[in-house]
């Protein structure tokens, strides 16, 4: 927590950046700046690393929070945000910036979530039912955070030996996070000599494979029922299935993806500019695994959740996705013709 707090500190502040500015022929200079978004509250749940790296972002971009975490952690919350509290009364910084719900009554998420007259930006953390509740009761605007049914594709050119790493740990670095890969999809052409290892190498760290028909042709693995290729696991289980090529892969992922973290993993140029183009996620790998959509590996420090939305931010949300802009317009007595 304190060296994602060392590295936030060390990023340029995004407040008062000149986005863009330019003159009309009459000389009047028009200017969009960015600003902060105002105050800012949190839903989340048990990890109470994100109380540090939401609150450090909210300060740095100008913003205050108001953080509700689960009761599992709110001890901890409790203990952290005193510290941060005595940190900032030494400090030139309001200590009312950073506030947290110490109570654990869950009722008032519910009142939290419609405070539309006093928050900007309410950011659920967590699983789909917290998600989901805050999405559809939340009068405040809703900066929705991602659940990740998140694809690996493995193509037919694509060179199987580094591929079986890149699974292994999309997989099991950290099963519990949004960003683990819950599906594989393995081009026809390559299933026979591909799946045995991989299947192999995910088994030996403790995951349970399930696969399509095809798949248990070729190897030994649970059966995957329909409701498999649109779960969230968010544990040691991988679905695999079998595939024609990269346009039924692509097909596959557009029907089940939750627009997190898909990859592709091949050799083929075009196959690799095709996915890119077509999948439609907040990111997009070729090659790499999917553990890496986070703020910290994405060079934000920390992040306050990770967007699935289109608007207003996507992807790792860090200091400038805490902002948005103004127009600032110098004129010398302009009047409107």
Same mark, same amino acid.
């Given at each position: ?9 060390? %990023? ?5 950046? #000149? *986005? ?6 009459? !000389? %009047? ?20 690393? /994100? ?17 509700? @975490? ?39 998420? !519910?009142?939290? #979530? ?16 917290? *998600? ?30 580094? =591929? ?15 960003? +683990? ?12 000599? &591909?799946? =045995?290892?991989?299947?192999? +190498?995910?088994?030996?760290? !403790? ?20 409701? $498999? ?13 079998? /595939?024609? $090529? ?16 898909? +990859? ?10 095709? &996915? ?17 959509? $986070? @703020?910290?590996? &994405?060079? &934000? @420090? +920390? ?28 004129? $010398? ?5």
């Amino acid at each position: 927590m304190i060296e994602s707090c060392e590295v936030v500190v060390k %990023l340029k502040d995004p407040v008062g950046e #000149i *986005i863009d500015s330019w003159v009309r022929e009459d !000389g %009047l200079r028009i200017s969009r700046i960015r600003v902060p978004i105002g105050p800012i509250g949190v839903v989340y749940e048990s990890r109470p690393n /994100v109380t540090v790296e939401t609150s450090v972002l909210a300060i740095k971009s100008g913003n205050s929070i108001l953080l509700r @975490g689960g009761s599992d952690a709110i001890r901890s919350n409790k203990a952290i945000v005193s510290a941060m509290k005595k940190a900032l009364r030494e400090s030139k910084i309001p200590e009312s910036s950073v506030e947290f719900i110490e109570s654990s009554d869950r009722t008032l998420v !519910g009142k939290m #979530i419609k405070l539309e007259d006093y928050l900007s930006l309410i950011v659920p953390r967590g699983g789909y039912q917290l *998600i989901n509740y805050v999405r559809k009761n939340a009068t405040v605007p809703v900066l929705e955070t991602g659940v990740g049914n998140c694809h690996i594709y493995v193509d037919e050119s694509a060179d199987l030996e580094k =591929a079986i790493p890149v699974i292994v740990n999309a997989k099991v670095q950290r099963p519990g996070t949004c960003n +683990a890969v819950e599906k594989l999809l393995v081009h026809e052409k390559i299933a026979n000599i &591909f799946l =045995a290892k991989v299947v192999k +190498a995910l088994q030996e760290h !403790g995951v349970e494979v399930r696969g399509c028909e095809r798949v248990r042709k070729i190897v030994n693995v649970k059966p995957a029922t329909a409701s $498999d290729w649109e779960t969230e696991y968010l544990d040691l289980i991988i679905a695999v299935k079998v /595939v024609r $090529d990269v346009n039924e892969a692509i097909e596959h992922v557009k029907r089940y993806s939750t627009g997190h973290s898909e +990859a592709i993993i091949t050799e083929s140029y075009s196959n690799a500019r095709k &996915f890119v183009d077509s999948v439609d996620a907040a990111a997009v790998y070729v090659n790499a695994s999917t553990r890496f959509t $986070d @703020g910290g590996q &994405f060079g &934000f @420090g +920390a992040e306050i959740g990770i967007s699935t939305q289109r608007l207003h931010a996507r992807g790792p949300v860090g200091l400038r996705e805490l902002t948005t802009y103004k127009y600032v317009v110098l004129g $010398d007595y302009h009047v409107r013709g």
